[in-house]
C-alpha cells in the first residue's frame, strides 16, 4: 500500500515550513530554521526499524547558546522523541525513530521550543520498499562541466527514493545535493574565485545494494584538462585571471581580450600558454617593484608562443619585461606593442632573460628607462638564445656633471648602440646646444654659474633618460663663480662650499641652490661680517651642537644675512647664549628669513639667552621679515621665538615684521620668556635700548616640571624689560597660549610703552596657585603708558590676590603706569578668588591713577566677581558704548585707522600690519 499526499497539502506544509507560531515574516538576526538545507537522513525501508544511520538535520540561522526542546508528530510510524537539546552551531543531527509502516511521500513536522518561542517546521521525506536489489540514476558515471566560475547545476533522477549520497570534493569546490521530488534530485557545484579544476565524486548507498559511483570532472575552463596534449581553453578575462592559481598547467587562448583584469604580474609560470593567434589588447600594469611583467617570471619549464599585445602599458622598478620580468623558459612568436617604462634592464619582452626567445617582435613596442634599456631582453645572460636584440645602454663613466663651461666646450656623451642619436630636452637658460653625433657643443651665456640639463638617448623606439648638472666653474672649485665681493659674489650650490664660508666670513656669499646637508654637525663660523643672500633657497637639516659662547649658524654676526631659509634644524647646546643663525648679533642685519625645527638647551643659568633667530641682540642691529616654526625646550633663561635678549645700546636696535609658531617649552623657574623678545636690558627710551613693532606670534609657551608655578615674566611676544621706556612694542599681535606660573601677558609679562596692540583668541593660564601670582591680557605688569590695546575672544585664568589681581588688560603697574583707551571684547577672567578677576586692571597702586581713562568693555566679556563698576577710569571700565563701531575707536579713543588698524569680519577692530610679510612660506 502507497501513501501520496496531494499537491495541495504538500504546497500548505511548505508554506508554512519554519514558521514561529502566530507570527509572520523574519527580522535580522532573529533566530530561523533553513528548511531547504534541513534534511531526513538515511535509507528508510517500508517495515524496518530505523537504525543510527537515520536521522533529521536540522539547519538553522543565527542560533543561540541556549537550550531548546525538539520533537515531532508521528508519521507513517516515525517520530523524533521529545528531548532538550544545547544549541551551539548552526546545525545539529536528530535521532529518527520508530519503523515505516507503508512506502510514499511524507510530511514530517518538527517543533522547536525555544525559551517562550515555538517554531515548526515541515519537512518532506520519503520512504521505500524493502525488494530494491540495485540503485537506478540517471547521473553519469563519468562526465565533464565545463566554464564553472561561479555554479553548476546536474539535475538527475534515482531509485531507490531514499538513496543516500556521499560527496567527494577538490580543493575550491563545494557541493550539496537537493531534492526536487520524490525521484528527482539536483546536484549543485559551487566554485571559488580560485578555483581552476577538479574531480567531484558522489557515491550512492541504500542499504546492501552494490554502491553507485559517477565521477564529474569539473573545470573553469571552456575545454581542455590542462595536460600539454589538451590545455586548458581560455576565452575571456576570468579564465585568464585563473592561471595564477595553477601555473604549472597548459592553456590556450580561443578568443582575443581585450583589457584584461588579470593579476599574473606576481605569477610564475612552470606551464604553458599558447595564444593561438589570438591578442591580449589594453593591458596595464603600474608597479613599483622589481621583476614586473605580465608575468613576474617564467620557469625552466614555461613557455608562451603565438601571442600578441596590442596597447600593452607596463611601468615597474627594475628588470621590467612587457611579457616577464624574468625569463628562464621560452618565449616563441610573441608580438608586443605598447609602452613598456622602467629604471634599469627594461625590455618589451623580458628585463632579465636566462632562456630563449625566438622569433618575437617588439618592433611597435616603445620601450623607456634608465640603463639597459631593449627591444628583447635588457639582460642578456649567458647561454640566452637571442634574435635581433638591441640594447641602449651607457659606462659608469657617461657624464652626470659637466664643469668649465665658461666658453665653448664640446663634450661627448657616448653610450651604445654607436648610432643611437641625443635630444636635448631642457637646459640652462640661455645655453646654447648643437648635437653632433653622440657630442654636444655648449655656447654657454654670458653670466652663467650652473644649471640641470636633461639629455634622451634614443634608438629606435628604445629611450633612457639622462639629467647632467652642468658648471661655469673647473672641477674640484667650491664656488660656482664670483670673487667675494660686492659686485660678484662667491656663488654656492654645495655644502661644501657652504662650509668653506668659514675660511673668509668678510666676504660676499649668495647661494644658488637649495642644500640638504650630511648628518655632519655644522662648525660654528666665529665671526661674520660679510653677506650671504640666500636668494631664497633652503637649507635643510642644519645640525647644531653647541657647547661654547655665542653658539649657533654664526657666533658673532655683524654682517647682512637675508632670503635665506633654514629647513629641519637640530640644535642643542649648553652655550651660555644661543641663536639659530647667531649666538649675538651686534649692528648688523638679518631679513627676510625662515627658520624652523628645534632646540634643546640644557643650560642652568639664568644669564643665559636663547633665540629661535639671535640670542643677544645690541649695538644698533636689525631683525625684520624673519618668520620661525621652532620648538624650544630649555630650563633657565631668556628665551625668544626670535631674540632672546636685547641690550641696552646706542644707536637703537630693532625687531619688526617678525612672525613665530611652534613652542617654548621651559622647565625651571625665574626666566624672561617672550614669544619674540625674552629679555630686554637697562636703557632709555628714544636713546638707548630698542623696540619691537608689527610682529605676531601663535606660540605655545609653558612651564613644566616642579618649578613650573615658579616662572614668571611670560608674555606672548614680550618677556620682560629691567627698566621702564627700554623697549617700547607697537602694532604687534598674539593668537596663541600661555600656560605658566605668574606674571604673565598676551603681549608682555612685564612690559612697558605698549600701544596698538592686539590679543585674539589667546589663552593665558595659570598652572599653579602662587600667592604673588598676575595675568593680564596685555600685560602682567604694565610700566609707564598702555594705550590704544584690545583684547578679544580671550580666556584668562589664574590666581588673584589683593596685590596682584588678575585684569582683561593689565595685572598691576610700576613706574607709574597706566593704562588708557584700550577694549575687552568677547572674553572671559576667572580668578580662584572671584572678587580679585577685573575687566581692565587690578592694583592701581605705583600707577598714574589720573592718567587712566576711555578704557571699554564690549559684548560679552565676564568675570569670576560677576560684578562691575561701569566707568572708564575703572578696574572694571566702561560698559559697551553705543553705537559701537570704527568711529567710536577712531573718534573716542584715538584709534588710527589710516595705517594702523581696520575693521574685521567680526564688525571690531584688527592690526592691518603684524608679523611676517615677506614672499616665504612659514611651515
Known sequence: MKKILSFILITASLLQACKKDSQSGNAPGRFEVIVPKSSVDGNLIMGQATTSANTFTLVTKNTPKAAATISSDTINGLYIKSSSVSLAGDSIKLPLSGTPVIDGIFNITVTIKLSDAVYVCTKEFYVDLPNYSAITSTLPADTSVNDVIDSAKINFNITPYTTAFGIAVPAHLTAQITNNSRESRTLTIYADNQFVSGDVVITSTFKNVPVLTSKIHVSAFSGGDGSVAKPFQVGDTLRLSRIQYAADKAYQLIANITGPKTTL??????????????????????????????????????????????????????????????????????????????????????????????????SNANVSGTNYIATLAGNTNSGSAQTGNVVLSTTPSFPTEVYGLASTQTIPFAFTPSGGTITVKSAPTGM???????????????????????????????????????????????????????????????????????????????????????????????????????????????????????????????????????????????????????????????????????????????????????????????????????????????????????????????????????????????????????????????????????????????????????????????????????????????????????????????????????????????????????????????????????????????????????????????????????????????????????????????????????????????????????????????NTPSPFNQSFFQNTLGFNFSSIWKMDTDGYPTLSSAGYNGNYIIP
Open 265 to 362: 604580474s606576481g605569477v610564475t609560470l612552470t606551464g604553458s600558454i599558447d595564444g593561438n593567434g589570438k591578442t591580449i589588447s589594453n593591458y596595464t600594469l603600474n608597479s613599483s617593484t622589481n621583476n614586473s611583467g605580465f608575468l613576474a617570471a617564467i620557469g625552466a619549464s614555461g613557455t608562451v608562443k603565438n601571442l600578441s599585445f596590442t596597447n600593452m602599458s607596463v611601468s615597474g622598478k627594475d628588470y621590467v619585461g612587457g611579457l616577464a620580468g624574468i625569463n628562464n623558459g621560452t618565449i616563441n612568436n610573441v608580438t608586443i606593442a605598447g609602452n613598456i617604462a622602467g629604471n634599469n634592464y627594461v625590455a618589451a619582452l623580458a628585463g632579465n632573460n636566462f632562456g630563449s626567445i625566438i622569433s618575437c617582435d617588439a
Open 432 to 878: 646654447g646646444t648643437v648635437v653632433s653625433g653622440q657630442s654636444i657643443t655648449f655656447n654657454p651665456p654670458a653670466g652663467f654659474i650652473s644649471g640641470n640639463m636633461q639629455l634622451s638617448l634614443q634608438s629606435g623606439k628604445l629611450s633612457c633618460t639622462r639629467n647632467v648638472m652642468l658648471y661655469s666653474k673647473t672641477q674640484g672649485a667650491l664656488f660656482d663663480a664670483g670673487n667675494g665681493s660686492s659686485s660678484n659674489p662667491y656663488i654656492i650650490s654645495t655644502e661644501a662650499a657652504l662650509r668653506a664660508i668659514i675660511n673668509d666670513p668678510t666676504k660676499y656669499y649668495q647661494l644658488a641652490a637649495d642644500i640638504a646637508l650630511s648628518n655632519t654637525p655644522w662648525t660654528t663660523i666665529p665671526a661674520f661680517s660679510g653677506s650671504f643672500d640666500g636668494s631664497g633657497y633652503k637649507i635643510s637639516n642644519l645640525i647644531i651642537n653647541s657647547t661654547g659662547p655665542d653658539g649657533g649658524f654664526i657666533s658673532k654676526h655683524s654682517g647682512t644675512i637675508k632670503n635665506v631659509q633654514l629647513l629641519n634644524v637640530n640644535a642643542t647646546t649648553t652655550s651660555t647664549g644661543f641663536g639659530i643663525i647667531a649666538g649675538i648679533q651686534t649692528g648688523g642685519l638679518i631679513q627676510n628669513a625662515i627658520v624652523t625645527g628645534t632646540i634643546t638647551s640644557t643650560s642652568a643659568s639664568a644669564a643665559d639667552t636663547l633665540g629661535g633667530v639671535v640670542g643677544t641682540l645690541t649695538s644698533g642691529g636689525t631683525i625684520t621679515q624673519c618668520g620661525t616654526n621652532i620648538s624650544i625646550t630649555t630650563p633657565l633663561g631668556m628665551v625668544g621665538g626670535i631674540v632672546g635678549c636685547l641690550t641696552a645700546s646706542s644707536p637703537l636696535s630693532t625687531i619688526s615684521y617678525c612672525t613665530t609658531k611652534g613652542s617654548i617649552t621651559i622647565t625651571a623657574a625665574k626666566n624672561r620668556i617672550g614669544g619674540i623678545l625674552g629679555r630686554a636690558g637697562g636703557g632709555t627710551a628714544g636713546t638707548v635700548g630698542g623696540k619691537v613693532t608689527n610682529c605676531a606670534s601663535s606660540a605655545t609657551i609653558k612651564s613644566t616640571d616642579a618649578l613650573a608655578s615658579s616662572a614668571n615674566g611670560i608674555g606672548g611676544i614680550f618677556g620682560a624689560d629691567q627698566n621702564a621706556g627700554t623697549v617700547p612694542i607697537d602694532q604687534c599681535m598674539f593668537t596663541g597660549t600661555v600656560i605658566t606660573g605668574f606674571s604673565m601677558g598676551g603681549i608682555a609679562g612685564v612690559g612697558s610703552n605698549i600701544t596698538n596692540c592686539l590679543v585674539n583668541g589667546a589663552t593665558l593660564t595659570s598652572n599653579n596657585t602662587p600667592s604673588t601670582g598676575s595675568i593680564g591680557g596685555i600685560a602682567g605688569t604694565d610700566k609707564n603708558l598702555l594705550t590704544t590695546c584690545i583684547v578679544k575672544n580671550s580666556t584668562i585664568q589664574g590666581i588673584g590676590s589683593a596685590s596682584l589681581q588678575l585684569g582683561g588688560i593689565v595685572s598691576s603697574f610700576q613706574n607709574n603706569g597706566y593704562v588708557a583707551n584700550s577694549v575687552v571684547i568677547n572674553s572671559v577672567i576667572n580668578a580662584s578668588t572671584p572678587a580679585y578677576a577685573f575687566r581692565i586692571f587690578g592694583n592701581s597702586a605705583n600707577s598714574t591713577v589720573a592718567s587712566i581713562a576711555n578704557n571699554y568693555v564690549g559684548p560679552n566679556v565676564s568675570t569670576s566677581a560677576g560684578t562691575y563698576t561701569d566707568s572708564p577710569t575703572g578696574a572694571d571700565g566702561g
